[in-house]
């Protein structure tokens, strides 16, 4: 069976599809309107995969309300929702709803979700479990006396999407780093993480599946044509601000530049990561590379679907199409409902 026609169930008995999203009525309009033309993409090229797709378009706390037009047992739901509007760091309570509403789901289930917000969490269970992540240390307050590893890298503990991480992130000694450390604890109010920079290239892992994992070709962050380590990073707006300096200058590699032997190793370190945190149907790891060695910088259980993600251009690489890859999701979480046997992982640290 070919990758532009993935059919577990015969189309008469296959559940008709909810897209659920999330718009916030207080984001500026050019990314209201931005999540609006992404979600008619998703539903156009569900549609030609699919018989019979339906949004639902999250734009309040009234999820339950919002889906109780579905019968669960008709419907499964492609969750492309990252919070509530108006509940921050609200994306785990997603899943929880759907499943206390018996709705089947794409995706990780909520404490999945919880736990990929929790930096310093996910780096002490891929150290307990021997997985290679940049040596770190977090801090509550503005004392890092006992830290002498530079560069150095400062984020914010409790974020996704490179939100706070500026050129300045990168630190060369102590008198920059308390700096950073200050405006990580006093403007975004968490604690900050530091950690050993990994000046080297940097890849973007698309892995999917349950009980057998596969792992999408790697695409490759090319930092070439910044001389300053300092620039060397996937900024806040390298992903969302077109135009910007970082968002023109780095190219996206796919596949990788890699040799068999150090892409089956990398292979070998984000399929371990993905199953060690319990990742479901998908998700998407960043890793980069020194001295031969993959160090996990991030795992995103819940990575966006949009089209021009590197999730979809790596799908595209091993020939899906982007309806047939959004397909292969529902039917990956469909397996899983059906199947008993395949469950997530019993992951060895308890939140």
């Not at 015969?10 to 559940?15: F, H, L, S, W």
């Not at 889906?67 to 047992?73: G, R, V």
């Not at 002490?124 to 503005?142: D, S, Y």
């Not at 292979?267 to 990561?273: I, P, Q, Y």
Request: glycine share 6%.
């Amino acid at each position: 069976m070919g990758p532009s026609s993935t059919t577990l169930l015969c189309e008469d008995r296959r559940p008709g599809v909810l897209l659920l999203h999330n718009v916030d009525p207080l984001w500026p309009q050019k990314d209201i309107l931005d999540a609006l033309s992404q979600a008619r993409t998703i539903l156009e090229a569900l549609s030609e995969n699919l018989p019979t797709v339906r949004e639902v378009r999250v734009e309040d706390q009234l999820l339950a309300m919002r889906l109780s037009a579905f019968d669960p047992k008709e419907w499964i739901v492609l969750n492309w929702c990252e919070e509530i509007p108006g509940l921050e760091r609200s994306e785990h309570l997603v899943p929880m709803i759907l499943e206390t509403l018996g709705f089947r789901y794409t995706g990780s289930p909520g404490d999945v979700l919880a736990l990929s917000w929790e930096k310093t969490a996910i780096k002490t269970l891929l150290t307990k479990m021997g997985i290679p992540t940049p040596a770190w240390k977090t801090f509550e307050v503005p004392d890092q006396h006992d830290w002498h590893v530079f560069p150095a890298i400062v984020k914010p503990a409790r974020e996704h999407c490179s939100i706070g991480l500026t050129p300045q992130s990168v630190v060369m000694d102590m008198g920059e780093l308390r700096r950073q450390v200050e405006r990580v604890i006093e403007e975004l109010k968490q604690p900050a993480l530091v950690e050993d920079f990994i000046d080297g290239p940097e890849f973007h892992v698309t892995l999917w599946g349950n009980g057998g994992v596969e792992v999408l070709p790697p695409a490759e962050m090319d930092f070439g044509c910044f001389q300053d380590p300092r620039e060397r990073l996937c900024t806040f707006d390298s992903k969302f601000e077109p135009g910007s300096r970082h968002y023109e200058a780095i190219q996206v590699r796919i596949p990788a530049r890699l040799s068999e032997e150090q892409k089956g190793e990398l292979e070998k370190v984000v399929r371990s990561a993905y199953i060690a945190v319990g990742c479901r149907d998908y998700a998407r790891l960043d890793v980069r590379m020194r001295d031969g060695v993959f160090y996990v910088l991030d795992v995103n259980p819940n990575p966006d679907l949009a089209a021009d993600t590197t999730m979809a251009l790596c799908a595209g690489q091993m020939g899906y199409s982007y309806g047939a890859m959004l397909a292969k999701l529902i039917d990956l979480a469909l397996e899983r409902n059906r199947d008993p046997i395949v469950a997530a992982p019993e992951r060895a640290l308890s939140r």
